[in-house]
Nanobody, 124 residues
Framework: VQLQASGGGSVQAGDSLRLSCTGS????????MGWFRQAPGKGREFVAH????????VYQSAVKGRFTISRDNAGNTVYLQMNGLKPEDTAVYYC??????????????????WGQGTLVTVSS
């Protein structure tokens, strides 16, 4: 059972990136999916999550309007489209899977499965 995050890279401020998260041995349609990030020297923070059906999404205020989380259950993939990137978005981004959602889905404790992380570096 494994989550694989990809799509990170080094970009300039204002650029876009799309992160992908695929599941191996894990049907992602069974899970609320989230993205978290950890900047150098800081703790892991919530970025966004999406319900199992994809009907509802929740975002951290700092990324709302710039980032979009989506999912393709048939393709067993979850995405994080990041537009208007800023230097403060620099972090390792992790995808994670939780069996249930609700308000707790903004907390890392809700998630039982984690990907290995993909590094996003935004320079000014």
């Amino acid at each position: 059972v494994q989550l694989q995050a990809s799509g990170g890279g080094s970009v300039q401020a204002g650029d876009s990136l799309r992160l992908s998260c695929t599941g191996s041995g894990l049907a992602l349609s069974r899970f609320v999916m989230g993205w978290f990030r950890q900047a150098p020297g800081k703790g892991r923070e919530f970025v966004a999550h999406i319900t199992k059906s994809g009907e509802k999404t929740v975002y951290q205020s700092a990324v709302k309007g710039r980032f979009t989380i989506s999912r393709d259950n048939a393709g067993n993939t979850v995405y994080l489209q990041m537009n208007g990137l800023k230097p403060e978005d620099t972090a390792v981004y992790y995808c994670a899977a939780a069996l249930s959602g609700g308000s707790i889905a903004t907390s890392s404790v809700a998630y039982g499965y984690w990907g290995q992380g993909t590094l996003v570096t935004v320079s000014s």
